[in-house]
């Protein structure tokens, strides 16, 4: 990441959790190629209504991003 990008980021991270969720989801839809909502499939959508129920009931259980970005780390010795 460049210096100016790391800077911007400091900056952010100290802003509230609400304003950083509004930026978060406003630069998730500035990439292109990535679907929109209408874009998704009855497929798509019924496999996410599928996986959220499932999260939901209990039934999985999620690991936070950071357990998982650190077993891929030693996994592959990064």
Do not use: N, Y
């Amino acid at each position: 990441m460049t210096a100016a990008a790391e800077s911007i980021l400091s900056t952010l991270l100290t802003l509230p959790e609400e304003d950083r969720l509004e930026i978060a989801e406003r630069l998730q839809d500035s990439f292109s190629g990535l679907p929109a909502d209408e874009d998704l499939t009855d497929d798509m959508k019924a496999t996410l209504d599928r996986r959220w129920e499932e999260i939901e009931s209990g039934s999985v259980r999620c690991i936070p991003h950071s357990e998982v970005m650190a077993s891929m780390r030693a996994k592959h010795g990064l």
